[in-house]
């Protein structure tokens, strides 16, 4: 199918740039040495009861402290009245907008904050800023009201898909084009719900054996969408050629990480990818089956797929090589999920990696706030909160959380290779020239006629510049 674009979705419940604003809140709020914060210092230095007391004054009762007397008088009730009005402002909005009275219910679970040690190398100190953000600003919740500085800080509409963004398809196929999954002819498995695989993934040099290594294990899997969205701007047509080899049914995205989250450490990685998943399945108005985030780098037995097809709201199981503690997994008591043991916990109250649960979309269309914010870290905290989740309703899987179906296993990222091998070789002499082609193409080595360490070529153990044995 050529390219198309799909209509953004309406009404606009929250935006990215909203979002961003919010990390940054925290950051200022954290650190307060920006222009804003020093601004808000000011105002309280004006106004605050506190102030007064610090500089040695005595609180203010009415009419009683000579520095509030006269003129004073006027400014000292006009500040009690905004301190009011401010407090109350902070109190309704905590209560309509913080994450905890976000879902439909309260699961009653506490946010232990444990020792901050973020998983994947994430920066400390930025995640202890965000929990305190998180805790300190209420208005920071991103799937529902958000307070815009682009609006003056007007608080938008709660209503409304949180989920606004162009999505570009650049080719898919609905259709299932294996004749046999493991043992049994396609059509054996006609009635099993469908299984949305989400996979974002990202230009580098090991994308492509990625994606090839996931592709053979998803092969095994009957009824299998695979959603893959790609974090680049344009499409890329070896990818498209890729994918439809494959005869999976399958979608493929462009879905860009927003230029003003490139810089950040961390970046939300795999963001705007499962952004673009959740909009093709709203626009496509999916409402069976079973959504699952599955990164391209991670490691999937396939009983993984028998367990979670059954999913009636959300499922949770082990992911194996999580963190410190190389795991993160429900505590399960009775089969029931109580609790959760993951090295991170961050105010999180789903601390859970993103292969370590799936949703059906039943249950998820129920939700039109359904959103995964740009905040490292948090993004399955804040998505499942989005969803409205209670512990209660959660299904252990994976024999009641004891067996470990996913491992998040990681692989190098290094830069793509470039070697310095004369263009005149790369004809039909020989085979590199072909296969130095296909490298590029996956992003993996480039041939140059001017960088890069020269390719050396050997023979009987003794090695020539490759002049030497191509010429
Ligand atoms: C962990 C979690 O397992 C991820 O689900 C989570 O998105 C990520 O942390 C995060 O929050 O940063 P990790 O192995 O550290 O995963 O991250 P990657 O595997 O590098 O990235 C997660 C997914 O996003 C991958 O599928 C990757 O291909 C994709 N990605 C990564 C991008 O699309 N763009 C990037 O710039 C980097
Ligand atoms: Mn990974």
Redesign the pocket.
């Given at each position: 199918m050529p390219s198309a674009y799909y209509q953004p979705l309406e009404p606009q419940a929250s935006d990215d740039n909203d979002e961003r604003w919010a990390i940054e809140d925290d950051d200022e709020q954290s650190s307060g040495r920006t222009e804003r914060s020093s601004q808000y210092q000011h105002l309280h230095t004006r106004c605050y009861p506190q102030q007064l007391l610090a500089t040695g004054d005595q609180l203010p009762s009415m009419g009683m402290a000579p520095r509030l007397r006269g003129a004073g008088t006027c400014r000292r009730s006009y500040c009690i009245m905004l301190l009011l009005i401010v407090v109350g402002v902070c109190f309704v909005g905590y209560f309509f907008v913080s994450p905890q009275s976000a879902g439909r219910g309260d699961d009653g679970a506490e946010d232990a904050n444990g020792i901050y040690e973020p998983?994947?190398g994430?920066g400390k100190r930025r995640h202890l800023k965000l929990i305190l953000g998180m805790q300190m600003i209420p208005h920071d919740h991103p799937f529902k009201a958000t307070i815009s500085k682009r609006n003056h800080g007007r608080i938008h509409s709660t209503t409304g898909h949180a989920l606004n963004e162009p999505l570009h398809i650049c080719s898919e196929s609905p259709e299932d084009r294996r004749v046999y999954i493991q043992d049994k002819p396609r059509s054996a498995y006609a009635q099993l719900p469908v299984i949305y695989f989400v996979?974002?993934?990202?230009p580098r040099r090991e994308q492509i054996p990625e994606l090839k290594r996931l592709a053979y294990t998803l092969l095994h899997v009957p009824r299998l969408y695979w959603l893959v969205a790609n974090?680049q701007e344009r499409c890329d047509t070896f990818l498209d050629t890729l994918l439809s080899g494959f005869g999976i049914p399958y979608a493929h995205m462009a879905s860009p990480?927003p230029s003003e989250f490139r810089k950040s450490k961390?970046?939300?990685?795999?963001?705007a990818?499962r952004r673009a998943a959740l909009q093709w399945l709203h626009q496509q108005n999916i409402t069976n089956g079973v959504l699952y985030?599955g990164?391209?780098?991670n490691t999937y037995d396939l009983r993984l797929f028998s367990e979670i097809r059954q999913t009636q709201r959300v499922s949770m199981f082990p992911v194996g090589l999580i963190a410190e503690y190389a795991v993160s997994v429900p505590v399960v008591r009775d089969g029931k999920v109580v609790a959760f043991l993951d090295s991170w916990v961050a105010g999180r109250r789903w601390p859970v990696?993103?292969?370590g649960f799936a949703v059906s979309l039943a249950y998820m269309s129920q939700y039109p706030n359904v959103n995964m914010p740009y905040k490292?870290?948090y993004?399955e905290d804040l998505f499942l909160r989005s969803i409205g989740l209670r512990i209660d309703q959660i299904e252990p899987k994976g024999a009641n959380c004891t067996e470990i179906l996913v491992w998040?296993t990681?692989t190098k990222n290094k830069k793509s290779a470039v070697v310095r091998l004369n263009s005149e070789f790369l004809d039909g002499r020989s085979n590199l020239g072909a296969l130095f082609q296909s490298l590029k193409l996956m992003g993996v080595a480039s041939a140059s006629d001017t960088e890069g360490p020269v390719a050396m070529i050997s023979k009987n153990g003794k090695s020539k510049s490759h002049s030497f044995i191509l010429s």
């Open positions: 998983h994947n994430k996979t974002p993934t990202y974090d990480m961390p970046a939300p990685r795999g963001v990818n985030f990164d391209d780098d990696d993103m292969a490292p870290g993004e998040h990681q």
